[in-house]
């Protein structure tokens, strides 16, 4: 069985880490790189950078800050934001990224995720899918929550699957920044239904909130940002109880 993940996720805006609820009203978080190194540290088995203005501002994402960050870690690093064709994807993992991260650019043009699995394999390639429910319609949207599209959250997650996506990041705009629970039932729906790994994003708030993911839903990784930004819940505290409760997870509690 797939060992559980517990994944800190770093939102860039202006070369600055910043937070918010349900992706308005965002503050400032602190410094990328000391955060960065502050989550290896700690135990975090991978860690998400997502360039959250790249696609409005219509640029490319920050290379020269993800060298740096990918300079002073150890774990898996996944790099998202104004990725938008296989030469974007390519500066990135050059200048260190593990894997890429897409959105906006696979809803306007889906045969980009195929694209990118074929220059660089499916496991380089994660599907970011932000979802908002709406009168009970689980609604996609793009360019950083701002733009709803005609997608369906399950029927995109199934074909970003059949088009190549290696793993889904799948961020419940309902739950964001709210630290009240991840969207457990979208999760499972979702993650029950494909046959790559999904990450459960949104509502993070309890370690509790991190066993219930993992115990009611197939979701494979858990993404949260306030609450390790603020050190409100420790990433130790979380692999100590997923240990405690007999669920798979890389930690030994004796260290």
């Known amino acids: ?14 070369g600055r ?13 602190g410094d990328p790189i000391a955060l960065a190194q502050r989550y290896d540290a700690e ?25 740096n960050i990918a300079a002073t870690i150890q774990i898996p690093f996944t790099v998202g934001g104004g990725i938008r064709s296989v030469n974007d994807a390519k500066k ?17 043009r889906p045969e980009l995720i195929t694209e ?20 009970g319609v689980d609604c996609v949207f793009s360019h950083g929550g701002k733009k709803a599209t005609h997608h ?13 996506a290696g793993e889904i990041l799948l961020t419940s705009m309902n739950q964001d920044g709210a630290q009240t629970g991840f969207a457990i ?3 499972q729906k979702i993650s029950q239904a494909l046959s790559i790994p999904v990450i459960g994003s949104g509502g ?37 109880e997923l240990y405690t409760q007999k669920i798979p997870v890389r930690w030994n509690p004796n260290l």
């Open 152 to 164: 369906e959250a399950l029927n995109w997650a199934l074909e970003a699957e059949r088009l190549g």
């Open 17 to 29: 880490v910043v937070k918010g609820i349900g992706f308005e009203g965002l503050r400032d978080m």
């Open 204 to 240: 993070a708030g309890t370690v509790e909130d991190f066993s219930h993911l993992f115990k009611e839903t197939e979701a494979t990784g858990a993404l949260a940002a306030g609450i390790f930004h603020t050190e409100k819940v420790a990433i130790a505290a979380i692999k100590n």
């Open 92 to 108: 990135l993992l050059r200048s260190g990224a593990d894997k890429i991260s897409i959105n906006s650019a696979a809803l306007e």
């Open 185 to 187: 039932s979208l999760t």
């Open 1 to 14: 069985m797939l060992k559980k993940r517990i994944i800190p996720c770093l939102d860039i805006q202006g």
């Open 116 to 135: 990118l699995a074929a220059a660089f394999g499916n496991q380089c390639v994660v599907v970011a899918i932000d979802v908002k429910t709406v009168n």
């Open 43 to 67: 135990g975090a088995d991978e860690l998400v950078f997502l360039d959250i203005s790249a696609t409005l501002e219509e640029r490319a994402t920050l290379s020269e800050l993800v060298r």
